[in-house]
């Protein structure tokens, strides 16, 4: 079955820069446009970064446009969100998600927690 | 970039009622959107996507319909597992934004 999980969370100063890994199983991931989303603590969803199967086209959101960079790597059924500049309301939990063609994002890891706190 | 608001922000209702949720968009767009369930200290899952095709395993009281600017997520006959918040999300085209949130509880 279908599984996204999760990695590289963990505590940063602001100012510093994180990796976030998400590795996915159970479907062709080379085929298949994977999102991130975060959630800052008793907030909603926030829409984060898209890429497409090729990594030929990169959308972000305006908040962290400038800041973050998603990448993969289809030989490792990987994707990344690479956080610089991090900032307070960085804070969240991000999830990644995949995004079947037409279908929403149907089927969502289950985070990693990213705090950013001098 | 198109923003999506949604009413009420939180609602409470009984065992059976019918619930209706609204999403608005600031303009029109395609039918490419979403609705998402999040139960308290879970991940998000899709319930509908295409403004009105139930995604696979999700209970048939649950339903989208809408077009334009304007979207519904109707719960048919509220149960006590449905409490939750629920979001919708557009994702014809970046940015995706989601809705900020309909908080439902069981009165």
Redesign the interface.
């Given at each position: 079955q279908v599984q996204l999980v999760e990695s590289g969370g963990g505590v940063v100063q602001p100012g510093r820069s994180l990796r976030l890994s998400c590795a996915a199983s159970g479907f062709t991931f080379s085929n298949t446009i994977m999102?991130w989303?975060r959630q800052a603590p008793d907030k909603?969803?926030?829409?984060v970064a898209?890429i497409s199967h090729d990594s030929s086209s990169k959308?972000?959101?305006?908040s962290v446009k400038g800041r973050f960079t998603i990448s993969r790597d289809n030989s490792k059924n990987t994707v990344y969100l690479h956080l610089n500049s991090l900032r307070l309301d960085d804070t969240a939990v991000f999830?990644c998600a995949r995004?079947p063609t037409?279908?929403?994002?149907?089927?969502?890891?289950?985070?990693t927690l990213v705090t950013v706190s001098s | 970039d198109i923003q999506m608001t949604q009413s009420p922000s939180s609602l409470s209702a009984s065992v059976g009622d019918r619930v209706t949720i609204t999403c608005r968009a600031s303009q029109a767009f395609s039918n490419y959107l979403a609705w998402y369930q999040q139960k308290p200290g879970k991940v998000p899952k899709l319930l509908i996507y295409g403004t009105s095709t139930l995604q696979s395993g999700v209970p048939s009281r649950f339903s989208g319909s809408g077009s334009g600017t304007d979207f519904t997520l109707t719960i048919s006959s509220l149960q006590p597992e449905d409490v939750a918040i629920y979001y919708c999300q557009k994702y014809n085209s970046a940015p995706f934004t989601f809705g900020p949130g309909t908080k439902v509880d069981i009165k």
């Open positions: 999102h989303v909603g969803l926030e829409w898209v959308f972000y959101g305006d999830f995004a037409g279908r929403g994002l149907d089927s969502w890891g289950q985070g | -």
